[in-house]
């Protein structure tokens, strides 16, 4: 009894002791006083924010702009193989192959019509020149009968006054046929005539388009027009087109070869800090990849409207950053910080 009476005594007091102890130390903590060196200079407030190198100048690599002639009827094309990005080339280089499965169809259904108006061309022709044929042949008979009326009516110069009025309406009758006959031929011959030039029309349209869809599909392996590195297109979402992407007859892009000599940083800011920035102000900017490298730019385009980036809540404002110094190690893409200076106090505390 008198053993349990002495541990409760000894619990009680620790807990006490550390109860004591622990508000001491707790004052002491609450009673220290934090101190650094004032110092008097320039005194600058900024904003940082993190972005990616862009080219301000690119030069693009596109499909063949042919593609967008209505008569090839084709609203999109895939991209079946592309070079990595990054590669460089030269002028000429292959670069990217488009798919050509929809193209062989419209090829195909191109040679079906060719054929078609081919058929049509030969059949018009053999039956204009038949129709004349007959029509001619017409001709012929009709002079013969006005000839023959015409005999008939001086045969007929002693005969009765009846007789010689019937034998002058013959002829009359004759000579008005021929020549409603040989001006009928004539409306023949024009509507012959307007009948094969649609048909030529139609045939020389069908051949044009022949030539168009394989002049097309000749291209339809895509190469460099200058010297560069190819950096892939990129989408209003901010996706790449990479080899599967189908590309649009409005914009036929397929990659890009910026131009390394002048870069800018593109960034965001958020909402909160925007009032702060301004176009001209100064900016101290590093590349990630090379913490050793420094560089100095200047904001030249702040947005009006904010934006909401993708997985985001925050409203940002995108912003246009010009580099001033030329550096081979940069590349597009590469990410970035900026420590925009947007305000500067000299000889302060």
Known sequence: MKRKALITIIVVAVVLAALI????????????????????????????????????????????????????????????????????????????????????????????????????????????????????????????????????????????????????????????????????????????????????????????????MEEVMANFDIRAPAAGMVIYKREWDGTKRTAGTEINTWDLTVATLPDLSTMISHTYVNEIDISKVKIGQKVEIGVDAFPERKYTGEVVEVANIGEQLPNTDAKVFEIRITINEYDTIMRPSMTTSNRIITSIHDSVL
């Open 21 to 212: 102890l622990y508000s001491i130390l707790s004052g002491k903590e609450k009673s220290m006083i934090l101190e650094t060196e004032v110092q008097y200079g320039r005194f600058e407030i900024a904003v940082m924010v993190t972005g990616e190198l862009q080219a301000i100048r690119e030069t693009e690599i596109q499909a063949p702009a042919m593609l967008r002639s209505r008569s090839h009827r084709i609203r999109s094309v895939k991209i079946q193989s592309l070079i990595p990005e990054g590669t460089v080339v030269d002028s000429g280089d292959w670069v990217a192959t488009l798919d050509r499965s929809e193209a062989d169809n419209q090829l195909k259904d191109i040679l079906d019509m060719l054929e078609q108006e081919e058929s049509e061309y030969t059949r018009t022709k053999l039956d204009t020149t038949l129709q004349l044929r007959q029509l001619r042949d017409e001709l012929i008979n009709l002079r013969f009968n006005m000839e023959e009326a015409e005999i008939t009516l001086q045969q007929s110069r002693y005969e009765p006054p009846a007789t010689i009025r019937q034998a002058e309406i013959n002829l009359d009758k004759v000579t008005r046929a021929y020549e409603q006959a040989l001006h009928n031929y004539d409306i023949k011959v024009r509507q012959a005539k307007a009948a094969m030039r649609e048909a030529e029309i139609s045939l020389e349209r069908d051949r044009r388009s022949k030539v168009d």
